[in-house]
């Protein structure tokens, strides 16, 4: 935080606002609004950096005001993911099976914004979310959230 912990929250607060109904987190928020476009990493930071500000601050009224948009996000991620978990996944070329459980393509990296395509870097910003949403469950007593949180966690790791 470097200090400036009151302006990560507001940041935080500010860009949480941005998020889509259907718990999808928009890479940009700009002058147009939420950017729709299909990049999936944004999903784990958001639900990263809301974790980061907590264990700086130890603001639990703060992060049970959060909690709503973590589950929207694990619930989008969750979404993008059964897009994967399907029998063509499961039992379809090389290329579609190495792809079982991910998320779908992306444009996530600026090098290929033009046509989207298949990103680990977005897997394990994902991985990282799961793994924060857990923590932020357990951290609020929330066990059965914590408890569905890690199970997806530990089945996005090992389709990973």
């Known amino acids: 935080m470097l200090g400036r912990q009151e302006e990560a929250r507001e940041f935080i607060d500010w860009y949480a606002r941005g998020q889509f109904p259907s718990g999808k987190v928009p890479c940009v928020i700009d002058a147009r609004g939420s950017d ?8 784990g930071e958001f639900i990263y950096a809301i974790r980061q500000y907590f264990l700086f601050s130890r603001d639990t009224v703060w992060l049970r005001g ?15 993911r059964a897009e994967r978990k399907t029998d063509v996944y499961r039992h379809g070329t090389p290329v579609q099976r190495a792809c079982y459980g991910l998320v779908p393509e992306s444009i996530s990296h600026e090098g290929y914004s033009d046509v989207p395509r298949h990103s680990y870097w ?10 924060d949403a857990t923590a932020i469950a357990e951290a609020l007593g929330e066990q059965k959230l914590g408890r569905e949180f ?6 996005f790791r090992k389709d990973l």
């Open 122 to 131: 977005d897997c394990f910003f994902i991985l990282r979310g799961l793994k």
């Open 36 to 43: 729709p476009v299909p990049e999936h990493d944004s999903h």
């Open 66 to 80: 959060k909690l709503d948009a973590v589950v929207k996000a694990v619930r989008y991620i969750q979404s993008l």
């Open 150 to 155: 890690a199970a997806e966690r530990d089945d």
